[in-house]
Nanobody
Framework: QVQLVESGGGVVQPGGSLRLSCAAS???????????WGWYRQAPGKGRELVAS???????NYADSVKGRFTISRDNSRKRTFLQMSNLNSEDTAIYFC????????????WGQGTQVTISP
């Protein structure tokens, strides 16, 4: 059974940076590599939203709210995806999750625990 393990969250001041990591354990590379992978977030009292995605050929897409500040990347050999976040603000406070996307752009696997990102002065 695939496990998604997110890490790298923390408490940072406005304007700060964080790099999140997601490991897809119990997944062989031949399964990992063809997936589009995405980073999602869920802020307090809100639904989960997709903020960034990366295709197998490393085409990226971003939500307008993070464009220019977040960068998604992937390391197929390590079965990991990353989210570099900069110029963080209070609206970025959320739990961040990763997942693969289906052809209908729905999350494919069971969610991991996520990693908490808190922006606080």
């Amino acid at each position: 059974q695939v496990q998604l393990v997110e890490s790298g969250g923390g408490v940072v001041q406005p304007g700060g940076s964080l790099r999140l990591s997601c490991a897809a354990s119990r997944m062989i590379t031949s399964v990992f590599n063809p997936h589009v992978w995405g980073w999602y977030r869920q802020a307090p009292g809100k639904g989960r939203e997709l903020v960034a995605s990366i295709s197998p050929d490393r085409m990226t897409n971003y939500a307008d709210s993070v464009k220019g500040r977040f960068t998604i990347s992937r390391d197929n050999s390590r079965k990991r995806t990353f989210l570099q976040m900069s110029n963080l603000n209070s609206e970025d406070t959320a739990i961040y999750f990763c997942n693969a996307l289906t052809a209908n752009k729905e999350p494919k696997y069971n969610w991991g625990q996520g990693t908490q990102v808190t922006i606080s002065p």
